[in-house]
């Protein structure tokens, strides 16, 4: 259940009038193409870098994949903002959790952290404008943008993907992709997709998707971003469009 | 005791000069006035048990119970005031309740027991409140099953998940025991109330760190280690109470139940007699003595 806050849009004779400026002032939407799987030895998460103000083009080598644990990242696309608060949060009480309890909190603890939160505060994180489709009646109402890929390794149960939507449900995937580019590779990544892959062909395949999600998106842009987690810890791989996004790959 | 009406047993938060806090010491006598409770702690699981001491024959044998569940995954037993034990046992659920709401899953009974030290304690800190009159024995089982987020969709890739590393931690039993003052020890066997003495005696006789002992043997030791514990007190009669958690291939698939009838009875006989064996065994020994003596 949604709570109305007033009307902004209207059928008129010359068809439904919509209010583009549903952003808060300065808003910056993560208009993206985010991946992560599971593989032979653990996770791999993936994104494009491109963050825009409507048509603007914001930071073309944003970094959607952000640390929460030490090998527990998550890809964020959505309200930069609701998405960034998001994770500093789950951060901090993952950070807490491992301190009081001794011990590394597993992907599953992230995962129910990160849900908590995208459920609870979904009516509150971003003003988004919804016209009923019959009437053009619209509603400013607020909503969480907030769409996250969860992706973590740890000994015990190896490495695991959660995805939460935008209201806010946990789902446990073999692979997951989210944002806008999303849409243009679903087909790619049903005919590609593979269990068990090696570690090259995992990267392989994300960044085959990537590419794809990009040249296809106008939201998705910039450069590939990847995270390897596994026994051996994250490790991050950078792939540039001059390239054509075959480098230069493994990074510190 | 020499500092009695010294002044200094008057209030919490008051430390004698010598750095005790008495109301603390005061509560732990009436621990040991408490009917006598024992844990056991084994590979594939814990085991939990309670003299019941019987103070009115109008009591409903097996009502009044004594072993309380907190969460599926864990039992506690407390020896002492027993008003003080159920609030103990209400502010354990609350603490297993509300680690699910944040986590999504069970308490680990490490954390457990960490809360319930911690709440313990800060009984022991001001001087509006009276310290706990329990020592408490928190037994559980966490699950060595990949454990799903409550409420979670789907399960992730048929083959699973890759990268998983053979022998990593992952659950098994746990037994603690808090006390008055907020301490709290892991134990392989754990015993409180009257006869802690001798219950200890028996149970560092049976070895439990070599992890040798299985759990249904564990349960006709418990009960015949309550038996034991009783023989000082043989004057009143008692009622034998236990529960369980097995691992998730036991007897109780990691829940923590009561011990079923049929077992409770059998390990309730072969703990009399083990007692009449070893009566004999006193009556022969104490005729031997005369012999030499002739």
């Known amino acids: 259940m949604v709570a109305s806050h007033g009307l902004t849009g209207m059928l008129g004779e010359d068809g439904i009038h919509v209010d583009m400026n549903h952003l808060k002032s300065g808003e910056v939407n993560l208009g993206t193409s985010i991946m992560a799987i599971n593989f032979k030895d653990g996770v791999i998460l993936g994104a494009d870098s491109r963050t825009t103000t409507g048509a603007y083009i914001a930071n073309r080598v944003t970094d959607k994949l952000t640390q929460v644990h030490d090998t527990i990242w998550c890809c964020r696309s959505g309200s930069a903002a609701d998405t960034q608060a998001v994770a500093d949060i789950v951060s901090y009480h993952l950070n807490m959790y491992s301190i009081v309890n001794n011990e590394a909190p597993s992907t599953q603890v992230a995962g129910a952290l990160f849900q908590e939160l995208c459920y609870e505060n979904k009516d509150m994180l971003r003003l988004v404008l919804f016209v009923n489709w019959y009437t053009g009646i619209g509603h400013l109402i607020y909503r969480c943008s907030a769409g996250i890929i969860i992706a973590g390794y740890d000994p015990r149960h190896g490495g695991q993907v959660y995805s939460i939507p935008l209201g806010g449900s946990l789902h446990k995937q073999a692979y997951s992709i989210g944002g806008s580019g999303s849409t243009y590779i679903y087909g790619y990544c049903d005919a590609n997709w593979r269990e068990n892959m090696t570690e090259e062909e995992g990267i392989q395949f994300v960044r085959g998707a990537l590419r794809e999600a990009i040249k296809w998106d106008g939201s998705s842009g910039g450069v590939i971003r990847l995270v390897v987690l596994t026994a051996k810890g994250a490790q991050r791989h950078l792939y540039l469009p001059d390239t054509d996004y075959t480098g230069p790959g493994a990074t510190y | ?294």
């Open chain 2, 1 to 294: 005791m020499t500092s009695i009406g010294t002044g200094y047993d008057l209030s919490n938060s008051v430390f004698s000069p010598d750095g005790r806090n008495f109301q603390v010491e005061y509560a732990v006598k009436a621990v040991e006035n408490g009917g006598t409770a024992v844990g056991i702690r084994c590979k594939d699981g814990v085991v939990l048990a309670v003299e019941k001491i019987i103070t009115s024959k109008l009591l409903k044998p097996g009502a009044n119970r004594r072993i309380s569940t907190v969460d599926r995954h864990v039992g506690i037993v407390s020896a002492g005031l027993a008003p003080d034990g159920r609030h103990f046992v209400s502010r354990a659920r609350d603490e297993a309740s509300s680690w699910r709401s944040v986590y999504k899953g069970p308490i680990p009974i490490s954390a457990l027991a960490n809360r319930l030290g911690s709440y313990v304690q800060a009984y022991t800190l001001y001087s509006s409140v009276r310290p706990f009159g329990v020592t408490s024995i928190l037994g559980g089982w966490d699950s060595e099953a990949e454990l799903a987020v409550d409420g979670q969709v789907g399960s992730g890739p048929q083959s699973g998940a890759g990268g998983k590393v053979k022998g990593a931690k992952s659950g098994g039993p746990g037994l603690y025991m808090i006390e008055p003052s907020g301490l709290y020890w892991g134990y392989y066997g754990a015993a409180t109330g009257k006869g802690r003495q001798a219950a200890k005696a028996e149970l560092e006789k049976l070895d439990l760190a070599s992890e040798k002992l299985s759990l249904h043997d564990a349960v006709k030791e418990a009960a015949r280690i309550i038996y034991v514990a009783h023989e000082d007190n043989k004057d009143k009669e008692f009622e034998l109470e236990m529960s369980w958690i097995s691992s998730l291939e036991g007897p109780t698939k990691g829940r923590h139940e009561e011990v079923p009838k049929e077992l409770l009875e059998e390990a309730e006989r072969a703990a009399r007699r083990a007692l009449e064996g070893d009566d004999e065994d006193e009556e022969e020994g104490a005729k031997g003595n005369e012999q030499m003596e002739e």
